[in-house]
């Protein structure tokens, strides 16, 4: 589809607001109406840059005598196919436009929101080599119609009070025995009351994105919710019904679904188009719309890559064991803002510039693609295939060394790196932006990628060979 489509009915202009910041430089500020005038596509110059003006910063550890050194690449297309969805199966599973942004998905034909083990391990794939692995990161997308409109997000937010989402415990259980019917309900209401009493304390922070104040209502709910799942878990296993999975619904999340609504209020004030129904900060979150799979705050044409490179890779220090199958992994953050930066990771580089990696959208040479260059965690405790964090089951080898940390192997390192052509106006504009949850409005350090191993234990065992040996498959 063609970049920063016009959508029918709404007439679109081109402005930008010029503010004298407080060091008499000036920021420049663009906002979009898209979304069928209903919502507002957020940028801002200052989170832009030029690779040039970026150090280097990319430093490889020294390989060791036990190093493996391989490196084993899958071709799963671009997204040829057009598999687009607001669904996150590793980060939010069982939650329908979870992400509240689109996702170019490739590999895995079948994935959704709650798709089961059974049914990736039976989809067809977009690899070549017949890897049904999935493979999954936010879209970007161009819109060149923008106009300044920032008391529109500040409005919204100040409308805005947080809510605390968390995954369905009882859609994930098997049929629940007449005999341990009571004990189950009894502790799923303990579940509801959890979360009830986070968002009245949430209620405290109307209008604010503070990620301090989230994470003191979000970590005693962790605990409290682990202990009530692992409860849930052992009475169902002992009347014959063990569940699996339920290590995947103890985090929740911190939603600004609120964001939507006020964009879609100070939005129909301004728009020539038919404002649409007001939304409800309860609301689900909204499915995309149009031939450019809008959402609210993510707006514009979707740019399909110019070429997606998987690759695994091997570890500075020793070999590596294949990975489980079936296990899920993600990298980055998708809410810097508002967890706070511990787990964020600079993406952004242009073609030809490898040494150097940047948390800002850069503004590449003539002849340099846009860039997108994601690691996942190349270290795994042995043991689980997810964890409650869905983080804390693999690790980061050390920077300097690349040795894994105490009580982690090294497995092959997924490597995605995801190159666009993009036109240099659009850079030199500032009208390209990742899809973002509301409240990050495109910022550039929420970029982030998740995947699920569906390789046959055959084939990730014949990867890790590959890679021990030294070997390059393409």
Request: aromatic share 6%.
């Amino acid at each position: 589809m063609k970049p920063g489509t016009k959508q029918s009915g709404i007439v679109r202009k081109l402005a930008a607001l010029s503010v004298l910041a407080a060091t008499g430089a000036a920021v420049v500020v663009f906002v979009s109406s898209g979304g069928r005038g209903t919502a507002s596509a957020e940028t801002s110059l200052q989170d832009f840059v030029s690779i040039k003006r970026v150090t280097p910063n990319v430093v490889l550890p020294t390989p060791q005598r036990n190093a493996s050194r391989g490196v084993f690449t899958v071709d799963c297309g671009t997204n040829g196919n057009g598999k687009f969805s607001p669904d996150n199966p590793v980060a939010q599973p069982g939650i329908k436009n979870g992400a509240e942004h689109v996702h170019d998905f490739v590999g895995n034909l079948a994935i959704t929101a709650d798709t089961s083990d059974e049914d990736l391990a039976a989809s067809g794939t977009t690899c070549k080599n017949g890897d049904r692995s999935a493979y999954f990161w936010p879209v970007v997308r161009i819109d060149e119609n923008v106009r300044a409109e920032q008391a529109d997000t500040d409005a919204a937010l100040a409308n805005t009070t947080p809510t605390v989402s968390c995954p369905s415990v009882a859609d994930r259980l098997p049929a629940v025995p007449s005999s341990a019917a009571g004990q189950v309900q009894s502790l799923l209401a303990k579940l509801d009351k959890l979360t009830a009493a986070a968002n009245a304390r949430l209620a405290a922070s109307k209008g604010q994105i503070d990620a301090d104040f989230n994470n003191s209502v979000l970590d005693p709910l962790r605990t409290q919710r682990t202990a009530i799942i692992k409860q849930i878990s052992r009475v169902m296993s002992w009347n014959g019904r063990k569940p699996a999975g339920l290590v995947s619904t103890v985090e929740c999340e911190v939603s600004y679904d609120g964001l939507h609504a006020g964009h879609t209020a100070a939005s129909a004030k301004a728009s020539v188009a038919t404002p649409a129904p007001s939304a409800s900060a309860a609301a689900p979150p909204a499915d995309p719309s149009g031939p450019d799979l809008e959402l609210p705050n993510n707006t514009g044409g979707i740019v399909r890559p110019a070429s997606v490179r998987i690759e695994y890779r091997g570890n500075a220090t020793s070999k590596v064991v294949p990975m489980p199958k079936f296990l899920r992994a993600l990298t980055g953050d998708a809410k810097p803002t508002s967890r706070g930066p511990a787990n964020a990771r600079a993406t952004w580089t242009c073609s030809g510039f490898a040494d150097r990696l940047s948390d800002k959208y850069p503004i590449c040479p003539a002849g340099s693609q846009v860039m997108r260059v994601q690691d996942f965690p190349g270290c795994w405790d042995g043991k689980n295939i997810d964890s409650e964090n869905h983080r804390s089951h693999l690790a980061f080898a050390d920077k300097t060394s690349g040795a894994c940390p105490a009580g982690f192997v090294a497995i092959p390192q997924l490597r995605i790196s995801i190159s666009y052509n993009i036109p240099r106006e659009v850079q030199d504009r500032g009208q390209f932006a990742l899809d973002s949850f509301p409240e990050e409005n495109h910022n550039p350090f929420s970029d982030h990628n998740d995947f699920i191993n569906v390789n046959s234990t055959r084939q990730m065992k014949a990867i890790a060979a590959c890679i021990n040996a030294g070997r390059r498959n393409s």
